[in-house]
């Protein structure tokens, strides 16, 4: 199904692998936020030129055509940044707040569309990158002693911050190498690893587990899901742990429903269970509210927050939104109001436009991987592992933030779009 399988490895392969293997000296550094936007946007440019030149003595490769799915994602990305744009001028923001913010969505939003046309469009192969993978969480267990200890020992909390930062990012804890934080809440660590947050790391862990989850490599397969499994467990991450008994089950239950033996132990479950429907319900509604009361204080901030932008975004701005977040109130500890949350951060920065630009483009996904998924393909399974996860964690992080990091699965769903279209145009022929 893969045309690229046999071929060398394109200068785009060998960029993508150096790029996800050396993810932790990278960190060491601080310059992993640096290198999500300039590899998008490098690889983007290659490809550009790569088109321009296409057909003549210049290159030896041609170019794929824009499968739909990507179209999907960049017309959803653009529509972002119009309503950016709009809000701006709403809110009479002026010329020097506007190109910041459109420089943010230029490292945000804007990875969403690049990534997924880089692996569609461009001989990067999904082998490649689980490849990349097993090399981060080898590096991951290493560091997870060292990490661990830190605390134990007394060690700083923050080794230093990167002088990368002064390209410009959200705040310092992007280009910060850190042992561990302090949870101000009960004082107890949790473990960021190379993510400027801990629930950060809980999503990473996660994307890296569909990753090792995938790999075929035994070897590779073990280390993979011990590294993540640990990244999860440390980041004391409530949705990460949701997440991971969630995600893969339901992308493996998906790729086994055209075997009449599944549907026949889902009968058999369901009754089962009838009896024992209330016992069930009681027991999922006391492990929903002991994840609630790990962090009970963090889950009141984040519920006040949501309610402060669903408010001011009706009430103020529902088309476009406000174009920035803003500094919430003591109530809130100050938390800018339209963070820690997907979709309330849309709506109360861009409006329901902004909401919508996002929504088709994953229900677009979702269909389009469940499809693949059906049909077995590695590269659909973990495309559909990975929209639900950003689905997932939708809910509780800024999705936009941390582009910079998911880029690996970002272009897996450009690989997965490759094949679909693939599959497609045999189906025609």
């Known amino acids: 199904m893969d045309q690229i399988a046999n071929h060398p490895p394109a200068v785009e392969d060998r960029i993508v692998f150096f790029a996800l293997a050396l993810t932790w000296p990278i960190y060491l550094v601080g310059g992993l936020y640096v290198l999500g936007p300039v590899l998008g946007v490098g690889l983007t440019g290659l490809l550009c030129l790569r088109t321009y030149v296409s057909g003549s003595a210049l290159t030896g490769r041609s170019v794929p055509s824009v499968p739909v799915g990507v179209w999907v994602w960049a017309l959803g990305m653009l529509f972002m940044l119009m309503a950016l744009e709009v809000a701006h001028a709403r809110e009479a923001l002026g010329m020097g707040q506007t190109i910041k913010s459109t420089i943010g969505w230029a490292k945000g939003w804007a990875l969403f569309a690049l990534f997924p046309l880089i692996g569609a469009c461009m001989s990067v192969r999904l082998e490649t990158v689980l490849r990349g993978a097993g090399y981060v969480a080898l590096g991951t267990l290493i560091a997870t002693p060292v990490l661990v200890a830190a605390p134990i020992l007394e060690l700083p909390e923050v080794l230093f911050v990167s002088p990368l930062k002064v390209v410009g990012g959200p705040g310092p804890e992007f280009f910060a190498v850190q042992f561990y934080s302090i949870e101000p809440t009960d004082g107890s660590s949790r473990w960021r690893f190379f993510t400027p947050w801990s629930p950060a790391a809980g999503l990473i862990g996660n994307m890296f587990l569909i990753f090792a989850l995938a790999d075929q490599r035994k ?37 086994e429903v055209r075997r009449p033996t599944l549907w026949f132990l889902a ?14 319900l009681e027991t999922l509604d006391n492990a929903l509210n002991s994840v609630k009361s790990m962090r009970a204080d963090s889950t009141r901030v984040r519920e006040v927050l949501g309610e402060i932008a669903l408010e001011r975004w009706w009430t103020e701005a529902p088309l476009w939104g406000h174009g920035v977040v803003e500094r919430g109130p003591h109530l809130v500890e100050y938390m800018p109001i339209g963070s820690h949350h997907t979709w309330y951060g849309l709506l109360f920065v861009k409006g329901a436009v902004g909401a919508i630009a996002l929504i088709v483009p994953l229900a677009w996904s979702m269909v389009e991987f469940s499809v693949l998924t059906i049909l077995r393909s590695r590269a659909g399974q973990i495309a559909l592992a990975m929209s639900l996860l950003m689905v997932f964690y939708s809910i509780g992080e800024n999705l936009e933030i941390l582009a910079y990091l998911m880029w690996p699965g970002l272009l897996v769903m450009g690989i997965a779009m490759r094949e679909l279209a693939e599959t497609r145009n045999s189906i025609k022929t």
């Open 267 to 280: 009968a058999l479950g369901l009754l089962v269970l009838t009896p024992f429907i209330q016992l069930v």
């Open 219 to 255: 070897f590779w397969k073990i280390l993979g899901i011990t590294a993540a499994l640990s990244t999860i467990v440390l980041s004391k991450s409530r949705l990460a742990m949701a997440g991971a008994l969630f995600i893969w089950p339901t992308v493996v239950m998906l790729k």
